[in-house]
């Protein structure tokens, strides 16, 4: 399929690229006359089954006219995509310029391109990288100063020149401190980058009773200028008094991995032996399990409570065992059911030892 049907023409350097969220492609080119005199950069969008889109001989960019004008890279963004291109009015000084396009072959900026580098030099080998980090980087053979050197430049979303400042996503607090129970604290992530902020993972539960509801869709995308407001819940009375007890509440994007930290006052611990030096009386295996999961006393003659509980924090399982050392949960709530897959928080009481944790059922 010819992207035009233009005669007379030569065309030259095409860079093609799949326009981000849809099944169509845009082409970019050197657009040149017979003589290769005079050069500009013309560009089609092709839809899946080959069909022109814009017209039988494409969209002009920059209309052929006496200038050296080589574009070297095509790089999408969220939804658009940036040309890179050399620009000089003769063979010997150019410029690196870059224009940003939409899906429908508009100007993104209010200036149709921007120069990454005015300096009037000889320019080889340019080359861009993709978008990463709400910018891109192109980089150059440049000969301003006699020698050749390597030259960069940052372009941001927005057409700004230089690296992103670093900050500009706000995660507040950095400790949710509990004081009281029941209680609810909420943790505050606001955008203020041009770029949308995606979180792809975000812990549901804690071993030490507390957990996040209502539980964000995740991946979950905050736009710039949008804050997400996470709801943290502790209603638990923990079980082993050490003063504050310390979790991690962690989510991730596709960049990096944010902590906030869960304090819990020792005042809501309830009365019991310090078990520092006793911990996993009771193993609990396998975890996870595709459904039954079993409780091993490390003391023989314990009468043993477990409390199973959802991720709302509703109990859905209570097991009693009468001096056993071994016993079994086979998955299923208080009427039979299976339970779906997911994690569950258990506190277990033997004798005056408690223990709490995890569960995840695989299924």
Not at 41 to 61: A, C, H, M, P
Not at 64 to 93: G, H, K, Q, R, W
């Amino acid at each position: 399929m010819e992207a035009s049907i233009l005669d007379n023409r030569n065309r030259f350097y095409p860079f093609l690229s799949l326009i981000p969220g849809t099944d169509e492609v845009i082409v970019m080119w050197n657009e040149m006359d017979v003589d290769q005199n005079n050069r500009g950069i013309y560009g089609q969008k092709l839809s899946n089954t080959g069909e022109r889109l814009w017209s039988d001989n494409g969209k002009v960019f920059l209309e052929i006219a006496p200038l050296d004008v080589y574009p070297f890279a095509i790089e999408t963004a969220t939804e658009d995509f940036a040309l890179f291109y050399e620009y000089s009015t003769d063979v010997v000084n150019a410029t690196i310029r870059t224009m940003r396009v939409d899906a429908d072959g508009e100007y993104v900026w209010a200036d149709e391109s921007i120069e990454m580098c005015s300096v009037l030099s000889s320019k080889v080998h340019p080359v861009a990288g993709p978008f990463h980090s709400g910018q891109w980087i192109a980089t150059w053979e440049d000969d301003r100063n006699g020698n050749t050197d390597i030259y960069a430049q940052n372009i941001q979303l927005n057409g700004s020149l230089g690296a992103i400042e670093t900050g500009i996503v706000e995660i507040s607090p950095d400790t949710l401190w509990f004081e009281e129970n029941p209680q609810t604290l909420q943790v505050h992530i606001v955008n203020n980058s041009p770029d949308p902020y995606t979180i792809t993972y975000m812990d549901e539960y804690g071993a030490m009773f507390w957990w996040v509801f209502p539980m964000p869709e995740i991946p979950y995308t905050i736009g710039p200028g949008d804050s997400l407001l996470v709801n943290v819940t502790f209603e638990f009375i923990t079980t082993q008094p050490f003063g504050y007890l310390y979790d991690e509440f962690i989510f991730q994007t596709e960049t990096d991995t944010v902590t906030t930290v869960i304090a819990i006052n020792e005042d809501l611990t309830i009365d019991v032996q310090d078990l520092s030096s006793e911990t996993n009386l009771i193993q609990v295996y396998p975890n996870p399990s595709a459904g039954e999961v079993y409780f091993e006393n490390a003391i023989s003659g314990l009468d043993t409570e477990v409390h199973i509980y959802n991720s709302n924090g509703e109990l859905v399982k209570f097991l009693r065992e009468k001096a056993s050392k071994q016993f079994m949960w086979d998955g299923k709530d208080q009427f039979g059911n299976n339970l779906p897959a997911g994690k569950y928080l258990y506190s277990i009481s033997a004798g005056e030892m408690n223990q709490s944790g995890t569960i995840i059922l695989s299924r």
